[in-house]
């Protein structure tokens, strides 16, 4: 049996009765209680907890609370459909996906991140097919590769200046994987120029990849998620397909 895992809010949940029976669906419930009757018939478990560290300390928390069975576990905010259409459908065609899976289409449509003509234009490659695609970004400075997005590229320069005014062109990937003693996959992202992640945290793993990484580096991710530092969530969002196994891109160059 798979899972969906959702970090609610104050988002209304009745779209979960949509879920394919494929899946438990496991809510972490941050806002108000859930009353809704098809809610709580549908969902496997409701599970109090407060309201910090954003939807990073839910997906941490059941990392390092579950013992984890063979299939996927599916890691969404409260209203994935926001950032994914195609979501339900998505679930529905779990045989077809990669062990490491992004599940999201855009950000928001009302902000224009991803802008609207790349969207159309990468929909042109995806004839017949649903809505997925990564967002490629530099590891250097946070930003998206195709558009501006000076938000994203802010993210970067905060975790520099509070991680001790790093210099501009710190791979900022490798220096947070080594702080969560994830070393092997840090010495990846020091030979690469770029990574992909998921807009709004939503994409699927195999559970024996998530178990491959150790408790100790669990527990200092969890501890940078609830570091109190607003950027850092967004830091973590580029970052969750690569904690378990994601490649990143672009080689660095040889020096000759």
């Given amino acids: 049996m798979h899972s969906v895992v959702l970090a609610r809010y104050s988002e209304t949940l ?18 108000e209680p859930i009353t809704d009757p098809d809610v709580v018939a549908r969902a496997t478990s409701i599970i109090e907890r407060p309201n910090v560290g954003r939807e990073s300390e839910t997906y941490l928390h059941h990392m390092k609370s579950v013992r984890f069975n063979q299939g ?3 890691y969404a905010q409260g209203d994935p459909m ?7 459908q998505l679930l529905k065609n779990w045989r077809n996906w990669d062990d490491v899976q992004p599940l999201s ?22 004839p017949g097919r649903l809505k997925v695609r990564p967002e490629l970004f530099s590891l250097t400075n946070w930003g998206p590769l195709e558009f501006t997005d000076n938000g994203a590229s802010n993210m970067g320069l905060v975790y ?3 991680q001790g005014n790093l210099p501009d062109g710190t791979n900022i990937a490798a220096h947070l994987l080594r702080q969560c003693k994830l070393d092997h996959v840090a010495d990846k992202a020091e030979k ?21 990484v150790s408790r100790d580096s669990l527990d200092l991710l969890y501890q940078f ?3 109190g530092v607003a950027a850092y969530g967004y830091i973590l969002e580029r970052m969750w397909l690569h904690f378990f196994g994601a490649e990143f891109s672009r080689p660095i160059a040889p020096l000759a």
């Fill in 225 to 227: 998620a609830m570091g």
């Fill in 192 to 212: 690469h120029m770029v990574g992909s992640f998921s807009y709004g945290a939503i994409f699927g793993v195999r559970n024996d990849r998530v178990a491959s």
């Fill in 72 to 74: 996927f576990t599916v």
């Fill in 160 to 162: 520099r200046i509070v």
């Fill in 105 to 126: 289409w855009q950000w928001r449509a009302d902000r224009n991140i991803p802008p609207l003509p790349l969207l159309e234009n990468y929909e042109l490659g995806l």
């Fill in 14 to 31: 009745d779209w979960i009765v949509k879920i394919p029976d494929d899946f438990d669906v496991i809510i972490y419930n941050k806002g």
């Fill in 82 to 88: 926001t950032h994914s259409p195609d979501f339900i």
